[in-house]
């Protein structure tokens, strides 16, 4: 379990770093063997070591009798992998493991003194392996000099939590369109959108070099491979000098991205494949290795998101829970928050001065880089950009026919006939563009016929969210049925859902729908049943053997009774019964 081991405290007894100590003497010792050692050379070392005359002469005393150079080690309590072990168990309480050490030692004692007349041992007697269980105090300090600071936070928070005392290279300076980097942020922040509260996400691509915001693309949902084409078409082009990304964009080397399904689809791979732009995957959940888009996603939440309404971690002034929003008032509508985080985004590339840029902003960085910039032409940008549908389209006097749905144009005009090739947005059916399937020229884009209006989709919403607050509320009153009191010692415990017999039957009545009602009002005599036809067997009815003394006197007699054969007539319940059983005997 725990093991005595070597090792100097030289900080407590005031002697100097064992590598000096050794140092010392081992050049003394090499001067003595070659017989040139002087007493010059001993207070030489002794000035340079600290110490004395006497105390260096004693260590080389020591080092010829004892053949050591450092101070002898003394027996401690050090944390083996048993003790690492029962650490990891408690999540690194270290209180805890050394009360299991204690209670061990104690038992171990107790089974081996005879007969029981052995006291209990103290916290210094030997544990079953014979090594002494130490102080907490000097358990706990055992622990924090035999693992570090990374190892002592995996035992409370686990991988995540050692991972934030690694050491992490810093990536090489290039030139500017080197390298991108994109994520996705999910931004702590509430805004209103057609009458209900969203949290939005930004999809954004960043220089690694110059630290610009090449393009970016908000959601209100979480994002798919249409916000990612849709921010790769804003960074690769640089078509407007006045908008939030100035001047910056162009084709670049390299994009790095982690393992997100919306960046490694097809659509977003043959659009930078086609351009031979080699998309880099990284590992999951190592966002060390794309530090730069990281570092942004942690500075829009600290310089801009935290004074925004409806920031979802602001600082509250009471201890208790924060309440649910239930009301819209003072929130931002999802274009105003939009218009303000690309507001921000132009004030990051040309008035932000980052430490790495030297003073100056990511614009001025990106205008001072002399390295040439490749534009993507608009047409293969819009071609390459878009998914495409597959396959022909023939454009009539109703538009262009796409997924049971028509598309039209105000380009349309005169072009009946023509067979065109359709390119769309993913998840954006309401518009198309429309190319020529001969040429490939872009003819333009196409939206939606007959599309629905905002009160037919606002209705239609409506009605989605009253169905699942039906489902919710079914699988809430499930949860209380399976709810069970708080016991105080071994027993079952009592459902928590008291139910009395009346609310059992009428959930029963509910449960079992209105045809059951209806079924328990039928009357099934209400009709009486037809004569059976002649063409009919008729059972036939025998004689009973009297038993002596019984009475013979018979009731009226059935109608037919005389008719029928034997003295046979319509038999009863019994009697039909036991002439089909002696029929099946026969």
């Known amino acids: 379990m725990a093991a005595g081991g070597g090792g100097s405290n030289a900080a407590r007894s005031g002697d100097p770093a064992p590598v000096v100590r050794e140092q010392v003497v081992f050049r003394l010792l090499a001067l003595e063997e070659r017989g040139v050692l002087t007493p010059g050379h001993v207070r030489l070392a002794a000035s340079s070591a600290g110490r004395s ?23 401690r309590f050090t944390v083996t ?55 907490l105090a000097t358990f706990q300090r055992a622990v924090r000099r035999d693992l570090n600071a990374g190892q002592r936070a995996a035992l409370k928070g686990g991988e995540r939590a050692r991972r934030a005392h690694d050491v992490h290279l810093a990536r090489p300076v290039k030139w500017r369109n080197a390298c991108w980097e994109g994520d996705h942020k999910h931004l702590p922040v509430e805004v209103e959108l057609d009458g209900r509260a969203v ?65 490694l689809c097809v659509t977003v791979t043959r659009a930078l494949g086609a351009l031979a732009v080699p998309v880099q995957d990284l590992p999951a959940r190592r966002p060390e290795l794309k530090g730069t888009v990281e570092n942004l996603n942690h500075c829009v939440v600290d310089m801009f998101l935290v004074a925004q309404p409806g920031y979802l971690h602001a600082p509250a002034a009471t201890t208790g829970p924060r309440p649910r929003r239930g009301d819209l008032d003072g929130l931002l509508s999802f274009a105003e928050f939009t218009a303000r985080l690309l507001d921000w985004v132009r004030w990051w590339n040309t008035e932000h001065r980052p430490k790495p840029l030297g003073g100056r902003t990511p614009l001025q960085a990106w205008q001072d880089d002399p390295t040439p910039i490749e534009d993507v032409p608009p047409a293969l940008l819009r071609s390459f950009t878009l998914e495409d549908a597959g396959g022909d389209k023939v454009l009539s006097t109703k538009g262009v026919y796409w997924r049971g749905r028509y598309y039209v144009g105000p380009w349309m005009h005169g072009m009946d006939g023509t067979r065109v090739r359709v390119r769309f947005v993913p ?29 037919q989709r606002a209705a239609l919403r409506r009605a989605k969210d009253a169905q699942r607050r039906t489902m919710v509320r079914a699988l809430a009153s499930a949860d209380r049925q399976r709810r069970y009191g708080a016991v105080t010692g071994p027993g079952r415990p009592e459902p928590l859902a008291a139910l009395t017999a009346t609310e059992a039957e009428e959930q029963l009545a509910a449960a079992a729908g209105p045809g059951s009602a209806l079924a328990k009002r039928a009357l099934p005599d209400l009709i009486p049943p037809r004569e059976a036809p002649a063409s009919w067997a008729r059972p036939i009815r025998r004689s009973r053997p009297v038993a002596p003394g019984a009475s013979t006197d018979a009731g009226p007699s059935a109608p037919g009774a005389a008719d029928a054969p034997d003295g046979g007539g319509a038999l009863d319940g019994a009697d039909e019964e036991e002439a089909e059983e002696e029929g099946g005997r026969v």
């Open 81 to 135: 992998d048993e003790v690492h072990a029962r650490l990891a168990l408690w999540c690194g309480n270290a209180a805890a493991v050394h009360r299991e050490l204690l209670a061990q030692a104690r038992a171990s004692a107790d089974d081996s003194v005879d007969g029981g007349a052995g006291g209990e041992p103290a916290a210094g007697t030997g544990s079953g392996g014979g090594v002494a269980v130490p102080s």
């Open 53 to 75: 005359v006497r105390t260096v002469q004693r260590w080389l005393q020591t080092a010829r009798e004892e053949g050591r150079t450092a101070r002898r080690s003394r027996p």
């Open 427 to 455: 998840h954006h059916d309401h518009e198309i563009e429309v190319f020529d399937a001969t040429t490939g020229a872009h003819l333009g884009p196409a939206h939606l016929a007959n599309a629905a209006t905002a009160a």
């Open 199 to 263: 949290r939005p996400w930004v999809t954004w691509f960043i220089d690694c070099a110059r630290n610009a915001i090449t393009g970016a693309a908000v959601t209100p949902h979480q994002p798919s491979r249409d916000a990612v084409l849709a921010a790769l078409r804003i960074a690769l082009s640089r078509d407007e000098p006045g908008g939030p990304y100035g001047l910056i964009g162009g084709l670049p080397e390299l994009v790095r991205v982690d393992r997100g399904k919306e960046f």
